[in-house]
């Protein structure tokens, strides 16, 4: 298991907050874009900390034989 969860929290007047816990750079907006277009308009973002770090991900690309 990697650690990552989004977490969606509802307050009281109906708002809600998601949360990517565990992603690093754009992944997390990524994981969460599907929760955003289904639950519709964007009023705030932000970005912690963790958005500048490097994802783990990596391309790996082979030119020529």
Do not use: H
Request: glycine share 10%; proline share 5%; hydrophobic share 30%.
């Amino acid at each position: 298991m990697n650690g990552r969860t989004i977490e969606v929290t509802v307050a009281p007047d109906g708002s809600l907050e998601i949360d990517a816990v565990g992603f690093r750079g754009p992944d997390c907006e990524q994981a969460t874009r599907f929760l955003e277009e289904a639950l519709g308009a964007v009023s705030e973002r932000g970005r912690k900390p963790e958005y500048q770090a490097r994802s783990n991900a990596r391309t790996r690309q082979r030119i020529g034989r």
